[in-house]
């Protein structure tokens, strides 16, 4: 016998991905209309459904009344379409706040791992295409999120930023559909790992040895593209973070998120007391590995902005 929409949601927030992927199975055409009839036919239309699946796996939650899960989706839906149709902006749509990081709030990293969904997420992210998860992270994991920051971290057009999205959420919820009861390992001890190995190397780059942390773990080969299109390898990395420290600049690592061959800092850039303006207030670290180390490192300065404004649990 078919499960009703409470009783699915109540599995959902107990951590069944099957239970969260027939709710969004069965409200999916609802949701479409709220996007077609607010947007029209296209890709915006089809964005604001599919960031509205994204944000349904960590809000359901956040939703006080199960009985409402149908108005809740669309609700969330209709905020999407309605941030597309106010024109350009600095974020992209639907951007959860289960994903933000303003000051004096958990990572993003924490803030998921609160979510009783947690490990299909991670698993679910980790099984995408290595482009495909660098968007999806750099997307929802960082404060490189809009399409015109992440096609300018991955040198690709906004347009393939877009399609490699799209794609990905379509795997995430199709994986939703098909995951039935799978178990997947916990994954927090690896999170936890990352985030000791990158306290302990901006640390051991701040007392002035990031030469050791590139000979440690980058390849020799491994290219860099820094801000203002500059590409070299090894010598630039050390080099620059080198001018940094003489001209009196410190980074603190604020975030950490890793799936597979993916590693992504985020840190706060501190200028000297006497030039407040010397630097960018921050820096991303974009990290393709190889076996584990470095293989290739974009140097981004994102511009974080944010509108996390998704409904609240109704």
Same mark, same amino acid.
């Given at each position: 016998m078919a499960h009703g929409d409470a009783e699915l949601v109540l599995l959902a927030q107990a951590g069944d991905a099957a239970a969260l992927g027939v709710l969004l199975a069965r409200h999916e055409a609802e949701m479409r209309a709220v996007a077609l009839s607010l947007l029209g036919y296209g890709p915006d239309a089809e964005d604001a459904v599919q960031d509205a699946m994204v944000v349904a796996l960590r809000r359901i939650g956040d939703l006080r009344d199960p009985t409402a899960v149908g108005p809740w989706l669309r609700a969330i839906v209709r905020n999407n379409s309605r941030m597309t149709l106010r024109g350009p902006r600095p974020v992209p749509v639907a951007d959860p706040e289960w994903f933000a990081a303003p000051a004096a709030t958990p990572t993003p990293e924490e803030a998921l791992d609160r979510g009783a969904l947690r490990d299909w997420v991670w698993h679910a992210i980790g099984e995408l295409s290595e482009p495909d998860r660098l968007v999806t992270l750099l997307r929802y994991f960082s404060d490189a999120s809009s399409?015109?920051?992440?096609?300018?971290?991955?040198?690709? @057009?906004?347009?393939?930023?877009?399609?490699?999205?799209?794609?990905? #959420? #379509?795997?995430?919820?199709?994986?939703?559909?098909?995951?039935?009861?799978?178990?997947?390992?916990?994954?927090?001890? %690896?999170?936890? /790992?990352?985030? #000791?190995?990158?306290?302990?190397?901006?640390? !051991? /780059?701040?007392?002035?040895?990031?030469?050791?942390?590139? #000979?440690? %773990?980058?390849?020799?080969?491994?290219?860099?593209?820094?801000?203002?299109?500059?590409?070299?390898?090894?010598?630039?990395?050390?080099?620059?973070?080198?001018?940094?420290?003489?001209?009196?600049?410190?980074?603190?690592?604020?975030?950490?998120?890793?799936?597979?061959?993916?590693?992504?800092?985020?840190?706060?850039?501190? %200028?000297?007391?006497?030039? @407040?303006?010397?630097? @960018? @207030?921050?820096?991303?670290?974009?990290?393709?590995?190889?076996?584990?180390?470095?293989?290739?490192? !974009?140097?981004?300065?994102?511009?974080?902005?944010?509108?996390?404004?998704?409904?609240?649990?109704?």
């Amino acid at each position: 016998m078919a499960h009703g929409d409470a009783e699915l949601v109540l599995l959902a927030q107990a951590g069944d991905a099957a239970a969260l992927g027939v709710l969004l199975a069965r409200h999916e055409a609802e949701m479409r209309a709220v996007a077609l009839s607010l947007l029209g036919y296209g890709p915006d239309a089809e964005d604001a459904v599919q960031d509205a699946m994204v944000v349904a796996l960590r809000r359901i939650g956040d939703l006080r009344d199960p009985t409402a899960v149908g108005p809740w989706l669309r609700a969330i839906v209709r905020n999407n379409s309605r941030m597309t149709l106010r024109g350009p902006r600095p974020v992209p749509v639907a951007d959860p706040e289960w994903f933000a990081a303003p000051a004096a709030t958990p990572t993003p990293e924490e803030a998921l791992d609160r979510g009783a969904l947690r490990d299909w997420v991670w698993h679910a992210i980790g099984e995408l295409s290595e482009p495909d998860r660098l968007v999806t992270l750099l997307r929802y994991f960082s404060d490189a999120s809009s399409y015109e920051q992440i096609a300018a971290v991955c040198g690709v @057009p906004v347009g393939t930023v877009r399609s490699r999205l799209s794609h990905a #959420r #379509r795997v995430l919820a199709g994986g939703l559909r098909a995951s039935a009861s799978a178990a997947h390992g916990d994954l927090t001890a %690896s999170s936890d /790992a990352r985030w #000791r190995e990158g306290r302990d190397m901006i640390a !051991t /780059a701040m007392r002035g040895d990031f030469d050791r942390v590139v #000979r440690e %773990s980058w390849w020799p080969d491994a290219e860099m593209l820094a801000p203002g299109g500059l590409r070299g390898g090894t010598d630039l990395a050390v080099q620059g973070m080198t001018k940094d420290l003489t001209d009196g600049v410190r980074q603190r690592l604020r975030n950490v998120v890793a799936s597979g061959d993916v590693l992504i800092w985020e840190t706060d850039l501190i %200028s000297p007391p006497d030039d @407040p303006e010397h630097c @960018p @207030p921050g820096a991303l670290w974009m990290q393709l590995l190889r076996e584990g180390r470095v293989r290739h490192l !974009t140097l981004f300065h994102p511009t974080p902005a944010r509108d996390d404004r998704q409904p609240a649990g109704v």
